[in-house]
Structures are given as C-alpha cells and as structure tokens.
C-alpha cells in the first residue's frame, strides 16, 4: 500500500490531473484518507478527487477486465469533461470582455 499512497499523493497534488484513481478497498481508502490528510499534508479539496475503488461500485464483478474495462470508460468521461471544462468560455471579470 505504501507505493500506491505515495503515487497518489503525487498524483493527487497536480492540478491537471483529470483523473486520479485507486484500485481498492473501503479500508484501504479510509487508511489512505488519513495518511494522506495527517502525514501528506493533503487537503479535503484534494482528497475528493480520488476515485476508488477504481470501475465505480456498482457492478461487483471482481474480474481484472472487468475492472479494467469499467476505469477506462471512466477515465475516458474524466478526460471529455476536462476537456470540455478547459474550453468552455470564462465569464468576463468585471466587466472586462475577454479575447480568446
């Protein structure tokens, strides 16, 4: 567990990352959760982003393609929607219009 506490740690810190996601346990999020809060010196904000278990929870089929298949749908609709956040038009600042 410690190298994937430390890799998401890592992960989790970048700002551009659209997708940051754990294979896993309910324990072993939790216990990430508090090392990552205590010793890490990681913030709720950036705790919430982690997804895990990774292939979501609602099919409990325990296969690795399974599995594999279901992160990379998410990863796919993490990205498109990263994508589609980056180009969205900003709404102008005070008043200013702005170029793009």
Known sequence: HALDFLIATEALKRRDAAYVGMIGSKTKKATFRSWFLKSADGSEA????????IGGETVKD?????????????????????????????????GKAMAG
């Open 46 to 53: 950036e705790f919430a982003r982690l997804v895990s278990p």
């Open 62 to 94: 325990k296969r690795p393609q399974v599995i594999a298949a279901l992160a990379a749908a998410e990863i796919m609709m993490a990205l498109a929607a990263h994508a589609m956040a980056s180009t969205a038009p900003q709404p102008a600042s005070r």
